[in-house]
């Protein structure tokens, strides 16, 4: 470890422990601890308020549904309290630490209004954390689907800050960034590629989610390995308080089905679902495609069991796949699939910690069956994590966050076999890369008065770069052309070719105006050591992912942000301005005409350069009354200087977009009836057209000259949804309960521009004429029913 590196360890345990500045901390305190959950499910509260309303003091919970909070010793009134649910108010007499436990029940009195809140409404206001965002699955389900398929990425592209390069794009960009600089955590699985049906849909299963939080800045220190935001999903617990209940959907595209069990009382509870489309039946039906097979499908496990009120056991498995076959022409699949073992134990009122294990992997294979191209193509990246975390709380005012963290890669960038004899493929193999990361990090949240108050941490990562038992080699050439291989040496299995190390300080400060108002500023450091190698507009399920080597050095990035939150008419609606502004280094980019599939000297496609993103984000939400929803717009440029490309200038990036305007509203018409809407509006994506052209044989052929990079743009994108949640009447003396859900996708016809491309005119071959590409141009009506019982 470096010199530097043991100072900014040393400098922030110094800081992280120093004394408290609060003017309120009393001269003795007891800790009150415990966890609160859902009396019917047993399911975690998170965010839920605990006070004391004489002394002015509180807390929520975390993630896990545990509370701390430090008292005078005495008796004191303590509320708990979470929207949706009965508060509870109990006296407590503290002469030392206390654990106290309880479960809340639901609101029994039916509700008139539709409510768009995931945890205090007060949050955004009083915590020091910025650029962070929160949807609950209840108001996901009431947004407009595609084809009835509810889609966690969908709904949050309507958020700011947030955006995608075009209809049917996998995955989502954050402030200027790529899609595989945004960390995705499910239950703390890492997913690779998060769409399916090669973008169109999320690998999320909306039954097994419980909620997500998206940090799009102010990224936690424990979290580290992206550097444009943390897309964190929570899955459901399963019930342990009540007997098994299911529920599902039936759709036009899929159906759904997931089932929750308590298998012992108060203790074990279990979460199984699963999702599959069936496009590939209706196949069938038809002749000449009955060989034919294109489906996905989702299976989700969560076994969770108590073994007391300080430990808790939770075990959680997915896998997602889609397949694309055609007959004996073409087959086609790729897939995620993971499990997190973690145990989470209180150690004393003051001290709460978790332990990880965490296996994932990404993989696709594509190939033709039979014949005399028979070949199969396979690829790999898998990664085992294991990791520990730790939250103390060294006095009223100052909240520690420690923990360490390592993870083992193995990637596989391509093999392909022959399948037959008479096959013209020859066998090849881009040779394995291995890799190891590991971190450390200490966080403080800390009070300095009644207005102010700091969390700041710093996260310490180093990237080893692990021989294979192959060959490796440097490259060298003409900036911004092919560059050769040379000193090419042997790496033994295991052999440490090259190490990177960082430090990541992080900080954010709130400064309470007054009740419902106060501005935040924060900075973070960020570094990502493994890399998606696309030089398409949007990624594709065959991109490669590869690790920082001794030729790929990490990306590094560094964002500093302001804003400006505010409530009104207590909490009903929130408000907020952010505006943002993010340096990175060691950004990739490509020679024109580079090939990132099945090249073993991929390394000399390569270039590197800068880039930068700023912007401002307006976000103005309805939190309660029939009609909620949001408002968010925003203003933005990212950018980039690559050496070798475009005569070295700034150019737009690939997902710049100027400006994004996202309206969402619901509204409940009666009890049973709720409508809503969505509008969406933004710039086009920047693109490579050709600017200038000649005439070969009679034929005119576009060129791109002076070496221009994303010198145009698509037209713009807008997007109008409709969507009607209708339910079934109940019936007292039964559990069924059911709900028809109507949808209307693209309400106004547009044709949106997925892409352009170039072609000669038919009827003047001296001409060249621009075709736009849509992936939806037409209004797309869907219909689904939901159950649970």
């Known amino acids: ?199 169109f849909f999320s690998a999320f299963n909306p039954d097994a989610v419980q909620d997500m939080t998206l940090y799009k800045g102010g990224i936690p220190a424990r979290h580290g390995g992206r550097l444009a935001s943390l897309l964190d999903v929570k899955m459901r617990d399963g019930r342990t308080a009540e007997r098994l209940s299911a529920n599902g959907g039936i759709g036009l595209i899929s159906s759904r089905l997931a089932v929750e069990a308590p298998l012992i009382k108060d203790r074990t509870s279990l979460a199984v679902s699963g999702r599959r489309s069936y496009g590939d039946l209706f196949l069938k039906l038809i002749p000449e495609q009955k060989d034919n097979q294109a489906y996905f499908y989702d299976l989700n496990l969560k076994l ?103 993870t083992r890669y193995r990637f596989e960038p391509a093999t392909v076999k022959p399948l037959s004899t008479e096959s013209i493929f020859v066998p090849l193999k881009v040779a394995t890369q291995q890799a190891g990361e590991y971190a450390a990090y200490i966080d403080n949240e800390q009070t300095l008065g009644p207005r102010l108050q700091l969390q700041y941490g710093l996260r310490v990562s180093v990237f080893d770069f692990l021989g294979s038992g192959a060959d490796i080699s440097d490259y060298v050439g003409v900036t911004g052309q092919r560059k050769q291989p040379v000193n090419t040496r042997p790496a033994k299995d295991g052999e440490l070719v090259k190490r990177y190390a960082n430090l990541e300080p992080r900080a954010s400060l709130r400064y309470t105006l007054d009740l419902n108002s106060s501005l935040k500023a924060s900075f973070n450091r960020t570094a990502q050591y493994i890399h998606l190698i696309s030089n398409t507009t949007a990624a594709t399920p065959l991109d490669v992912w590869t690790p920082s080597t001794q030729n790929i050095r990490p990306e590094r990035g560094n964002q500093v942000a302001l804003g400006y939150f505010r409530n009104f008419r207590d909490n009903a609606y929130e408000a907020s301005v952010e505006v943002f502004g993010k340096t990175m280094d060691n950004q990739i980019d490509y020679i024109n005409g580079a090939n990132t599939l099945l090249n073993k000297d991929l390394e000399g496609e390569l270039l590197y350069g800068k880039g930068r993103a700023y912007g401002a984000e307006f ?24 050496e070798g490309i475009n005569r070295n200038d700034w150019y737009p990036n690939k997902y710049d977009k100027t400006h994004c305007l996202n309206v969402v509203g619901m509204y409940q018409v009666a009890p049973r009836l709720t409508l809503s809407g969505n509008f969406a509006y933004g710039t086009g994506v920047a693109t490579t057209f050709p600017n200038a052209r000649f005439v070969y044989d009679g034929l005119v052929v576009p060129v791109v000259s002076g070496d221009a990079r994303n010198n145009y743009r698509v037209p713009a994108y807008h997007r109008l949804d409709f969507g009607a949640t209708l339910q079934n009447r109940e019936k007292p003396d039964r559990r069924w309960r059911s709900e028809w859900v109507f949808s209307v996708y693209n309400v106004y016809n547009r044709r949106n521009a997925y892409g352009i491309y170039f072609r000669q005119n038919e009827d003047n071959p001296r001409q060249t004429e621009a075709v736009r590409l849509s992936v939806f141009g037409s209004v797309i009506p869907s219909v689904s029913y939901n159950f649970n019982f």
């Open 1 to 199: 470890m470096t010199s530097s590196i043991r100072w900014g360890l040393a400098a922030g345990l110094l800081l992280a422990a120093g004394p408290s500045w609060s003017q309120t901390v009393p001269a003795r305190t007891a800790t009150l601890s415990g966890t609160l959950r859902d009396a019917a499910t047993g399911e975690a509260l998170v965010g839920a308020s605990v006070f004391v309303k004489a002394l002015g003091l509180g807390t929520s919970t975390d993630e896990n549904g545990f509370y701390k909070l430090q008292l005078p010793p005495g008796t004191h009134v303590v509320t708990y309290q979470i929207l949706g649910f009965e508060p509870q108010q109990v006296t407590l007499t503290l002469s030392g630490d206390l654990n106290r436990s309880l479960k809340l029940s639901a609101q029994t009195h039916q509700t008139q209004e539709v409510v768009v809140q995931g945890l205090r409404a007060e949050d955004n206001v009083k915590k020091p954390e910025m650029g962070v965002n929160r949807l609950d699955m209840k108001t996901v389900k009431l947004m407009p689907a595609l084809l009835g398929e509810v889609d966690v990425v969908r709904s949050i592209q309507l958020l700011p800050g947030v955006t995608t390069v075009g209809e049917g794009a996998s995955g989502f960009n954050v402030r200027g960034g790529g899609v595989d600089q945004n960390l995705v955590l499910m239950d703390d699985i890492p997913l690779y590629n998060v769409s399916h049906l090669l973008g």
């Open 304 to 406: 969770s069991h108590r073994f007391s009120a300080r430990d808790q056991l939770t075990l959680t498995g997915y896998r997602g796949r889609d397949v694309f076959n055609f007959a004996n022409v073409f087959k086609n699949d790729w897939g995620n699939t993971g499990g997190s073992l973690r145990w989470t134990h209180q150690f004393s009122p003051k001290l709460f910690g978790s332990f990880s294990a965490v296996a994932a992997q990404y993989d696709y294979g594509l190939g033709v069956p039979q014949g005399s191209q028979a070949f199969e193509w396979t690829s790999k990246v898998r990664n085992y994590t294991g990791k520990a975390d730790f939250t103390y709380q060294l006095n009223p005012s100052n909240t520690l966050s420690a923990g360490v963290a390592g």
């Open 619 to 642: 976000f103005l939400k309805k939190n309660q009354g029939k009609l909620s929803g949001w408002v968010s717009y925003t203003l933005s440029r990212s950018e980039r200087q690559i």
